[in-house]
């Protein structure tokens, strides 16, 4: 049985977590962290993570880039491995996240869904192959989505950008009049409406044709088989950070 630190634990993702655990024979929530203390479902929720005494063999974090510090110096003074699934993190947050993965097993991603994470492998191959065409991605959530553009748009562009030589620049949406499109930017697009899980296209646009390439979440319930394959993989991993492909079995 794999014990779970669950971060976020009120959250709709929170929730989505605790439902498949509910079923589950291979894990178990042994503890929550969440705006306030409340008591779970067979589980105490705490406000402050350093009063969490419970026994745990990781952490999965499902809340906020504010909550990041807590948890890396909570995950390091107990020595557990982390699964971050929360975006919206800066180069600082990301630099905090490479320090804290020379002691202890973390895997961080903008998606842990196995079909966002073909996607993004496949847009690295399509914007090499499809050299000249114009490239622009649009994304779609919920309108409780607090971080604009989504941590998978930007897993996107960074895919495209390395297929590119690393010579491509955002530009997020437009508006009034512009010079002519610059070759290298990538226009990133962000909506916020209604209920959608997730929405992502990359569009390549050449000369008379046109490619695309689409993920529709049809629910949040991918996102967090995810999350738990990879604490299923994480808890047997030395220090480092590990790269979610290579949980997903994506590539070589």
């Known amino acids: 049985m794999i014990r779970i630190l669950l971060s976020g634990a009120t959250g709709a993702?929170?929730?989505?977590?605790?439902?498949?655990?509910?079923?589950?024979?291979?894990?178990?929530?042994?503890?929550?962290?969440?705006?306030?203390?409340?008591e779970g479902e067979g589980f105490k929720i705490?406000?402050?993570?350093?009063?969490?005494?419970?026994?745990?063999?990781?952490?999965?974090?499902f809340s906020s880039k504010a909550t990041l510090g807590p948890i890396l110096k909570y995950a390091l003074d107990k020595n557990l491995p982390l699964v971050l699934a929360s975006t919206g993190y800066d180069e600082e947050d990301l630099d905090a996240i490479d320090t804290a993965s020379h002691e202890i097993p973390i895997v961080q991603a903008g998606n842990f869904s196995l079909?966002?994470?073909v996607m993004v492998y496949i847009s690295k191959l399509l914007?090499?192959?499809?050299?000249?065409?114009?490239?622009?991605i649009v994304e779609a959530h919920h309108n409780k989505k607090?971080?604009?553009p989504s941590g998978t748009a930007n897993m996107l562009f960074d895919a495209v950008n390395e297929g590119r030589g690393g010579k491509l620049q955002?530009?997020?949406g437009r508006s009034g009049f512009t010079d002519k499109r610059d070759p290298n930017?990538?226009?990133?697009?962000?909506?916020?409406?209604?209920?959608?899980?997730g929405d992502h296209e990359v569009i390549f646009a050449g000369d008379d044709e046109l490619v695309k390439i689409s993920h529709h979440a049809a629910s949040k319930k991918i996102f967090a088989?995810?999350?738990?394959?990879?604490?299923?993989?994480?808890?047997?991993?030395k220090p480092g950070l590990i790269d979610i492909n290579e949980i997903l079995n994506i590539g070589e």
Request: net charge negative; proline share 0%; glycine share 8%.
């Open 170 to 172: 955002k530009v997020y």
């Open 225 to 237: 088989l995810g999350a738990l394959k990879a604490a299923k993989y994480i808890i047997k991993q």
């Open 127 to 136: 914007a090499e192959l499809l050299e000249g065409f114009d490239i622009e």
């Open 185 to 197: 930017e990538v226009g990133i697009h962000s909506l916020r409406a209604g209920t959608i899980s």
């Open 13 to 38: 993702m929170g929730n989505v977590i605790r439902n498949i655990v509910d079923t589950s024979d291979e894990y178990e929530i042994v503890a929550g962290f969440a705006d306030a203390a409340t």
């Open 46 to 61: 705490y406000q402050n993570i350093e009063d969490i005494n419970e026994k745990a063999d990781l952490i999965i974090d």
């Open 146 to 148: 607090k971080d604009a």
């Open 115 to 117: 079909g966002v994470n």
